[in-house]
């Protein structure tokens, strides 16, 4: 199994412009979360799926961020317009709990500086 | 609200010496429990994990942790420690929410340097 995919694996852009980042979970999982990790912050979840449905977007900053999931094997978070305190990295990560108990499986993560 | 607590952001321990990393969640119901670990530049890695059953639970690298009801506690342990064990270790709750979904909720990690 290849895992959980995110892309780019570092992004640099300037204040203003939006960013698009991307994953595809592992076949077969139908809970996907976005994470946001700063040294300030620690791991915060911003938004979680079930089945492609948002469940949970509570931990989403501001209505610069949102989140889709148009099918089972493919999310999107998208930040516009971007601000240096949105400079972080951001992980996606996918589980099952009826395949598993709950074991949280990340990709290697989005680092995002916003100049 | 649940919640996990780690009162140790770091902790130095020398190569071979035991270790002990404090983890305490506020969860109402039995908790699922994990610790994680994370090396620079990666994502997480699944330690070790509690459902229910036996209260001390092996996990990969010679990891072990202690679920403690009474202390509403998980402490990892590790008898002998390697100076690849240098990491972030996360210690974390799974928290069923009111409409059936699951969420995770991570503490603020502790940060394990080894000295030689």
């Known amino acids: 199994d290849a895992g959980v995919i995110q892309s780019p694996r570092h992004e640099v852009t300037e204040m203003g412009q939006e960013v698009t980042l991307r994953c595809k979970p592992i076949s077969g999982h139908d809970y996907l979360f976005w994470y946001r990790q700063t040294m300030m912050r620690g791991l915060e979840l911003l938004i979680y799926f079930n089945n492609n449905v948002p469940i949970d977007d509570s931990g989403m900053p501001e209505d610069r961020f949102s989140a889709k999931m148009p099918n089972a094997s493919f999310s999107t978070l998208k930040i516009q317009p971007s601000e240096p305190r949105d400079s972080a990295v951001y992980f996606c990560?996918?589980?099952?709990?009826?395949?598993?108990?709950?074991?949280?499986?990340f990709g290697e993560g989005s680092r995002l500086t916003v100049l | 609200a649940q919640s996990v607590t780690q009162p140790d952001i770091h902790i130095t321990v020398s190569e071979g010496a035991s270790l002990e990393l404090r983890c305490n969640y506020s969860y109402g119901a039995t908790p699922y429990l994990f610790w994680y670990v994370q090396s620079p530049g990666q994502g997480l890695q699944l330690l070790l994990k509690y459902f229910s059953g036996d209260t001390l639970v092996q996990g990969i690298k010679g990891f072990e942790a202690e679920f403690k009801r009474s202390q509403s506690s998980f402490n990892l342990r590790k008898p002998s420690v390697h100076w690849s064990d240098a990491a972030e270790y996360f210690c974390a709750v799974v928290a069923t929410g009111g409409t059936g979904g699951f969420k995770t909720i991570f503490g603020a990690g502790t940060r394990l340097f080894v000295k030689a």
């Open positions: 990560a996918s589980t099952s709990y009826r395949l598993n108990t709950g074991e949280l499986f």
